[in-house]
């Protein structure tokens, strides 16, 4: 099995920063393309960052500027550094993960979420 346990959310006021990280852990062989999704209350979940394996990144156009996306292989990690942030970034913060399970068919690349985190912009 495969588990992605996601921490750094919290409160910050406009204008600050917060990181976001997302491990993963498991029967693991290699890992695909990584996200971050967000969902606010009220709205559906919207992709805000993607990374690839070979590091190619993009981003939502209400986050480009202010965001980064980056992963450490070596730790299975993908993180979230939001800069700026305003109250619209306010939502549950979602990672998601493609994997290729060791005890699977080489094969497959198999979808994973993370339980989120909460990121609340307020003054």
């Known amino acids: 099995q495969v588990q992605l346990v996601e921490s750094g959310g919290g409160l910050v006021q406009p204008g600050g920063s917060l990181r976001l990280s997302c491990a993963a852990s498991g029967n693991i062989a290699s890992i695909k393309t990584m996200a971050w999704y967000r969902q606010a209350p009220g709205k559906e979940r919207e992709l805000v960052a993607t990374i690839t394996s070979g590091g190619s990144t993009d981003y939502a156009v209400s986050v480009k500027g202010r965001f980064t996306i980056s992963r450490d292989n070596a730790k299975n990690t993908v993180y979230l550094q939001m800069n700026n942030l305003s109250p619209e970034d306010t939502a549950v913060y979602y990672c998601?993960?493609?994997?290729?399970?060791?005890?699977?068919?080489?094969?497959?690349?198999?979808?994973?979420w993370g339980q989120g985190t909460q990121v609340t912009v307020s003054s």
């Open positions: 998601n993960v493609d994997i290729i399970s060791t005890n699977g068919d080489p094969s497959v690349i198999v979808n994973y």
